[in-house]
């Protein structure tokens, strides 16, 4: 349908309307609520009635045309009619996206690219509102193929995005509204992307994992928990190249990064290149702030 629940209307609104966007992009517009609003609370409100002096642009996306009547062309600035699969990586950048009712109606793989484009488009804030878990099956209606929900959700499918997290019960199961802000800091990102490579990866998504923990340490290429992490996961998965390759740029970045020394000691050990392991496992020996513990384990490497 062209409609969504209510319950969460009031939650979003606040978050909208305290952020104040001079642009805004409602991907899956459908009858046209998030436009109405906006345009309400964001012109209207200022004083700002006739269209002529409306300031905020609110534009557009719909999959399917026959949704869209003369009302939401006089309240969005422009309606564009296209596959969001297509047109994420091209629209422009706004300071608010929405993505309301839309990612569950995607193959998980195609909204998990989608939402990660959106996020990069948006300079302030993105907003997605999606059913969670079991219960809402939905078939296609009115004509579009497009009201087919074809994935499932959960809250955890959001850990890379910090977020501010709203959950509503509702008879056909959870519904969720995710306000993902962009000012948050690189530290804050970074450990958003650490979770959602723990989750991926104890899902048994592995490649999943590793793609958000190369985002993650691409980000912060100093953050010691990312490496370790990004190296542990790479040969898991026998990558085992790019994991020595993780640990020697980090050791040449960071001296004082002891674990790291002793990761690339003994992964070097296990793939017969001893020389390089004894030169790693050596240098901790050799350096005296090194603790007795760090020591130890080094001294077992050496022990071929």
């Known amino acids: 349908m062209p409609v969504s629940t209510s319950v969460h209307i009031t939650h979003c609104l606040q978050y909208i309307i305290a952020l104040a966007p001079r642009s805004i992009l409602d991907i899956g517009c459908g009858f046209g609520l998030w436009g109405f609003l906006c345009r309400e609370y964001l012109d209207v409100m200022e004083e700002r009635v006739q269209p002529e002096a409306w300031r905020i642009r609110i ?21 564009t009619i296209g596959d969001i699969r297509e047109l994420a990586p091209k629209v422009d950048q706004y300071e608010l996206i929405i993505a309301g009712d839309v990612i569950e109606h995607l193959d998980k793989e ?11 488009k948006a300079t302030r804030a993105l907003l997605v509102n999606i ?18 929900h074809r994935s499932q959700w959960t809250p955890e499918d959001f850990l890379a995005y910090p977020n501010i997290a709203r959950m509503f019960e509702l008879p056909a199961g959870a519904y969720g509204s995710f306000f993902c802000p962009k000012d948050c800091t690189v530290e804050h990102r970074v450990e958003g992307l650490l979770q959602a490579a723990d989750y991926a990866r104890s899902s048994g998504h592995v490649e999943k994992a590793i793609g958000q923990l190369k985002q993650g340490h691409k980000l912060d290429p100093m953050h010691r928990d990312t490496i370790l992490f990004l190296s542990d996961t790479l040969l898991s998965a026998a990558r085992h190249s790019e994991a020595v390759q993780v640990l020697e ?8 990064f002891h674990f790291a020394f002793l990761a690339l000691a003994r992964i070097l050990k296990i793939l017969g290149r001893t020389d390089e392991a004894r030169f790693y496992a050596q240098s901790l020996i050799d350096n005296s702030v090194v603790g007795e513990d760090i020591h130890s384990q080094a001294r077992a490497v050496l022990e071929f």
Do not use: K, M
């Open 59 to 79: 534009d557009g996306i719909e999959l399917f045309e026959p949704y869209i009547q003369s009302h939401q062309r006089a309240l969005y600035t422009n309606i």
């Open 110 to 120: 195609d909204g998990e690219r989608v939402i990660e484009q959106l996020y990069e």
């Open 131 to 148: 059913p969670l878990g079991d219960g809402w099956d939905h078939p296609e209606r009115h004509g579009n193929p497009g009201e087919l």
């Open 249 to 256: 740029e980090a050791v040449q970045r960071d001296r004082e």
